[in-house]
């Protein structure tokens, strides 16, 4: 079945940063927009950042200029390059692949990462 495979969390302190990564397998990955996600305690699923097929990017106003998503279509994956990160920032991060393949919306989860940040 699909696996999308996060990795990359950790313990960081404020101001620093973290780059996750996602891999995907078992989905013909260029047909997807690939999206991070992140889940506080106790508080909703939200969206960080989201990559189209085209390139095309959008992030949450919280994360604007200090975080980027990229992918790389050859290697199956996804990317978050995190900077500048605060402690509002930590949460258990996923990655999603979504789309309308093969004239069916399909929408797929990773297990997802945790990323604390703390002094």
């Known amino acids: 079945q699909v696996q999308l495979v996060a990795s990359g969390g950790g313990l960081v302190q404020p101001g620093g940063s973290l780059k996750l990564s996602c891999a995907a397998s078992?989905?013909?990955?260029?047909?997807?927009?690939m999206g991070w996600y992140r889940q506080a305690p106790g508080k909703q699923r939200e969206l960080v950042a989201r990559?189209?097929?085209?390139?095309?990017?959008n992030y949450a106003d919280s994360v604007k200029g200090r975080f980027t998503i990229s992918r790389d279509n050859a290697k199956n994956s996804v990317y978050l390059q995190m900077n500048s990160l605060k402690a509002e920032d930590t949460a258990v991060y996923y990655c999603?692949?979504?789309?309308?393949?093969?004239?069916?919306?399909?929408?797929?989860w990773g297990q997802g990462t945790q990323v604390t940040v703390s002094s």
């Open positions: 999603n692949a979504a789309g309308t393949v093969f004239n069916a919306d399909r929408d797929y």
């Open positions: 078992r989905i013909t990955f260029s047909l997807y927009t």
């Open positions: 990559i189209t097929i085209g390139g095309r990017t």
